[in-house]
């Protein structure tokens, strides 16, 4: 007998992901986006060593074609899970290596995913909240400033060992994310790193101090659907959902 071939699973839109082999959080918030909708998301992980350092996420480059080429062609888009190791190894660094194996696909990362949905909510003074230790953190507020984003607020839990912040509760992050913002000071709130939960307070936290909450997760999902063509206001937590694929980012 002959087989009938189709679209397959998705309906045909297919989305790649690279996850941190010691993420546990990304692939656990995508599916709470993505459930139930037309879309295949294809992932692969890439070795990261445990303790976030700059050499550490750095070295990452290295790795991340053979990561890529793991995954299916006739993607719509790519998405690299590290927000930190975005910053290090550089976006134009990322898109290339991805491209070297994917060519002409968007490369999303969450960093410039994050950019981009700050400007979409024309937000630019923002306090940040991070897992990250000091040398981490301060090339990441530099990479925000550099684009136009001033970081009026910063505040970062210190940690070394990304298995650690997987462990991170939400309650602990809601709390900081509240204690973090004075009223009138900022225009939104960045909450750094796709192994730091966040899905469950994001909304909790926007009522709470009446500005947008955007965290890495959210707006590396919600970039990768906008880059494949994707209407998905609503998917997904949070203001940055109510945004469409049209709008200006």
Request: net charge negative; hydrophobic share 45%; with cysteine.
């Given at each position: 007998?002959?087989?009938?071939?189709?679209?397959?699973?998705?309906?045909?839109?297919?989305?790649?992901?690279?996850?941190?082999?010691t993420?546990?959080?990304?692939?656990?918030?995508?599916?709470?986006?993505?459930?139930?909708?037309?879309?295949?998301?294809?992932?692969?992980?890439?070795?990261?060593?445990?303790?976030?350092?700059?050499?550490?996420?750095?070295?990452?480059?290295?790795?991340?074609?053979?990561?890529?080429?793991?995954?299916?062609?006739?993607?719509?888009?790519?998405?690299?899970?590290?927000?930190?190791?975005?910053?290090?190894?550089?976006?134009?660094?990322?898109?290339?290596?991805?491209?070297?194996?994917?060519?002409?696909?968007?490369v999303?990362?969450?960093?410039?995913?994050?950019?981009?949905?700050?400007?979409?909510?024309?937000?630019?003074?923002?306090?940040?909240?991070?897992?990250?230790?000091?040398?981490?953190?301060?090339?990441?507020?530099?990479?925000?400033?550099?684009?136009?984003?001033?970081?009026?607020?910063?505040?970062?839990?210190?940690?070394?060992?990304?298995?650690?912040?997987?462990?991170?509760?939400?309650?602990?992050?809601?709390d900081?994310?509240?204690?973090?913002?004075?009223?009138?000071?900022?225009?939104?709130?960045?909450?750094?790193?796709?192994?730091?939960?966040?899905?469950?307070?994001?909304?909790?936290?926007?009522?709470?101090?009446?500005?947008?909450?955007?965290?890495?997760?959210?707006?590396?999902?919600?970039?990768?659907?906008?880059?494949?063509?994707?209407?998905?206001?609503?998917?997904?937590?949070?203001?940055?959902?109510?945004?469409?694929?049209?709008?200006?980012?």
């Amino acid at each position: 007998m002959t087989a009938v071939l189709d679209a397959g699973a998705g309906g045909g839109l297919r989305l790649g992901l690279v996850v941190l082999s010691t993420d546990e959080t990304l692939e656990f918030e995508a599916r709470q986006v993505l459930s139930g909708r037309a879309v295949n998301l294809l992932h692969n992980r890439i070795y990261s060593d445990h303790a976030v350092t700059p050499e550490g996420l750095r070295a990452m480059e290295r790795r991340l074609r053979d990561a890529v080429t793991l995954l299916p062609q006739e993607l719509a888009a790519v998405g690299y899970g590290c927000t930190s190791a975005s910053v290090f190894i550089g976006p134009d660094t990322v898109t290339a290596r991805v491209r070297e194996v994917h060519a002409d696909v968007p490369v999303v990362n969450p960093i410039s995913a994050v950019v981009a949905g700050l400007r979409v909510l024309a937000a630019k003074k923002i306090a940040l909240i991070t897992p990250y230790t000091a040398q981490v953190a301060a090339p990441m507020r530099a990479f925000l400033e550099a684009r136009g984003i001033m970081v009026v607020r910063e505040v970062s839990f210190g940690e070394e060992d990304d298995r650690r912040v997987a462990r991170i509760s939400e309650g602990s992050t809601f709390d900081t994310i509240r204690a973090a913002v004075a009223a009138g000071e900022v225009d939104a709130v960045f909450a750094s790193c796709t192994n730091l939960r966040t899905f469950g307070i994001i909304e909790a936290a926007e009522r709470a101090i009446g500005v947008p909450v955007i965290s890495s997760n959210q707006a590396l999902i919600w970039d990768l659907l906008r880059q494949a063509k994707v209407d998905a206001r609503g998917w997904g937590p949070g203001r940055l959902f109510e945004t469409g694929v049209n709008d200006d980012g």
